[in-house]
């Protein structure tokens, strides 16, 4: 569903994807970490062209992401993409907000939108906030309107960049909850996180990245178990 071949990218000089090599198949959980700085954001942001590649080829669904002639509009609707801050308007309420791209981009009638959008909003677990506004949400509550967001645009790919790193601790177990109900639905996720909980339990692979490069690519009892790259073995005893 997700090829990177051979893919580099730079920011003028500064070369911070070298030669990514990465397939993730329908429905797979993959989990990305790494040190700050080695290229997970720009990683995933290169997969909904909010980054283009500068080397190498990156296709979705068979489509070429670098390609001028592929629909990148259609290609963004097919991704669903949530980041450590929530981003949500903060004067149009948890209901609005949802319902927004559905309207705008699939052109969805108000009616519609808004079933879809309590659907969501119900699926994770707040669906009596729906005429709130964000400031009278909590942060993990205000996450998951972020997600129920994303899926109202009815994906085929999730993207998580850290969606847990901006929430107080005891917020981040009601965001997670909501991530493996999705993963066990068999969403197809690409989730750069930190919370190795998570990633053991739910992740079909771990990916590991450092300045720029994957470095190792295993399942989570692997990987824990006993990394292979030595600085795999030092990001773990430093989170750990
Ligand atoms: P991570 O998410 O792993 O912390 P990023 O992908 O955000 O890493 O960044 C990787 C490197 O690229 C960092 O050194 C960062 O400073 C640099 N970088 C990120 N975005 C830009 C940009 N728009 N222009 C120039 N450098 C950037
Ligand atoms: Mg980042």
Known sequence: ?????????????????????????????????????????????????????????????GLNVADKKTDINKLRRNIGMVFQHFHLYPHKTVLENIMLAPRKVLGQSEEEAKKIALKYLDKVGIGDKANSFPSQLSGGQQQRVAIARGLAMGPEIMLFDEPTSALDPEMIGEVLDVMKALAHEGMTMVVVTHEMGFAREVADRIVFMDEGRVLEEATPAEFYANPREERARLFLSRIL
Do not use: A
Request: hydrophobic share 40%.
């Open 1 to 61: 569903m997700i090829v990177f071949d051979r893919v580099n990218k730079y920011y003028g000089d500064f070369h911070v994807l070298k030669e990514i090599n990465l397939t993730i198949k329908k429905g797979e959980v993959v989990v990305v970490i790494g040190p700050s700085g080695s290229g997970k954001s720009t990683l995933l942001r290169c997969i909904n062209r909010l980054e283009t590649i500068s080397q190498g080829s990156l296709s979705i669904n």
